[in-house]
T-cell receptor, first 112, second 113 residues
Framework: DGGITQSPKYLFRKEGQNVTLSCEQN?????MYWYRQDPGQGLRLIYY???????QKGDIAEGYSVSREKKESFPLTVTSAQKNPTAFYLCASIARPNQPQHFGDGTRLSIL | GESVGLHLPTLSVQEGDNSIINCAYS??????FIWYKQESGKGPQFIID?????DKRQGQRVTVLLNKTVKHLSLQIAATQPGDSAVYFC????????????FGTGTRLTIIP
């Protein structure tokens, strides 16, 4: 089945540690997005990429980094500079402009 | 700044009744709106969308209404079922925004059996 796969489902980070969240899609979508969701809140955009080897900062990019070396993959690294990383992280992709974004089932990140 | 918000954070509806979830937006440049449903521990699921050149769009048991004059969006769910219990988000896209979406805070809909 085509879709967006996020892994792991749960992730724990130690102080000073960088962690990487995986997002893979087999939908042949060009654009991909990373969002952060805090309890009782809407989604906030971290980074997005409209094409391979190109990406832009969203509204809350500080403390995060991304890469887009392949069309299917858009990994997100939560660096030690992100002081409040505990959240639900969602990856999305879009087939073409004027279409809705489709989401993976998220990764829940917590601090040890 | 621009924002997308919801009038009610929670809504309880009797099973079989209709429900209406409301959303206000403030960006006059928004030209595309989407409703998502999110169940606990899962990603948002697309329900229905509407473009700014439309006032109404219907799907299976759902209808979205757009009032551009007062910048208001609503989602109507007919004959609610227990499986409709979830958090519902509206999202808007600015025609100048590179497909970036701005999300509201969500409304939790609970269906009472």
């Amino acid at each position: 089945d085509g879709g967006i796969t996020q892994s792991p489902k749960y992730l724990f980070r130690k102080e000073g540690q960088n962690v990487t969240l995986s997002c893979e899609q087999n939908l042949n979508h060009d654009a991909m997005y990373w969002y952060r969701q805090d309890p009782g809140q809407g989604l906030r955009l971290i980074y997005y990429s409209q094409i391979v080897n190109d990406f832009q900062k969203g509204d809350i990019a500080e403390g995060y980094s991304v890469s887009r070396e392949k069309k299917e993959s858009f990994p997100l690294t939560v660096t030690s500079a992100q002081k409040n990383p505990t959240a639900f992280y969602l990856c999305a992709s879009i087939a073409r402009p004027n279409q809705p974004q489709h989401f993976g089932d998220g990764t829940r990140l917590s601090i040890l | 700044g621009e924002s997308v918000g919801l009038h009610l954070p929670t809504l309880s509806v009797q099973e079989g009744d209709n429900s209406i979830i409301n959303c206000a937006y403030s960006n006059s440049a928004s030209d595309y709106f989407i409703w998502y449903k999110q169940e606990s521990g899962k990603g948002p699921q697309f329900i229905i969308d509407i473009r700014s050149n439309m006032d109404k769009r219907q799907g299976q048991r759902v209808t979205v209404l757009l009032n551009k004059t007062v910048k208001h969006l609503s989602l109507q769910i007919a004959a609610t079922q227990p499986g409709d219990s979830a958090v519902y988000f509206c999202a808007e896209r600015s025609r100048f925004g590179n497909e970036k979406l701005t999300f509201g805070t969500g409304t939790r809909l609970t269906i009472i059996p």
